[in-house]
Nanobody
Framework: QVQLVESGGGLVQAGGSLRLSCAAS????????MGWYRQVPGKRRELVAT???????NYPNSMEGRFTISRDNAKNTTYLQMNSLKPEDTAVYYC???????????????WGPGTQVTVSS
């Protein structure tokens, strides 16, 4: 099995910064793409950023500039640096990873339980 655990969420004032971390553990042979999504109650889960193993990143236009995704392949960890935070960034942030548990196995997406980010005005 594979587990993802996010950390680093919390309460921050508008204009502040937070750095989220997501560590994958368990039976892992390889991780391809990793990413961050966010969700507020009553709305669809929204893509924040993705990064593939080689380091290529992708952001929706609305996220580019303030958010930076990175990863440490040796630690099976991805990070999300969030700067100039706004109250509308308040959401539960989820980590996702595309994992191959064994060389003979296919790839599966795993999600973390989420971490709350609250930005006060």
């Amino acid at each position: 099995q594979v587990q993802l655990v996010e950390s680093g969420g919390g309460l921050v004032q508008a204009g502040g910064s937070l750095r989220l971390s997501c560590a994958a553990s368990g039976t892992i042979f390889s991780i391809n793409d990793m990413g961050w999504y966010r969700q507020v109650p009553g709305k669809r889960r929204e893509l924040v950023a993705t990064i593939i193993r080689g380091g290529f990143t992708n952001y929706p236009n609305s996220m580019e500039g303030r958010f930076t995704i990175s990863r440490d392949n040796a630690k099976n960890t991805t990070y999300l640096q969030m700067n100039s935070l706004k109250p509308e960034d308040t959401a539960v942030y989820y980590c996702v990873a595309n994992v191959q548990s064994l060389p003979s196995r296919g790839w599966s997406y795993y999600w973390g339980p989420g971490t709350q980010v609250t930005v006060s005005s």
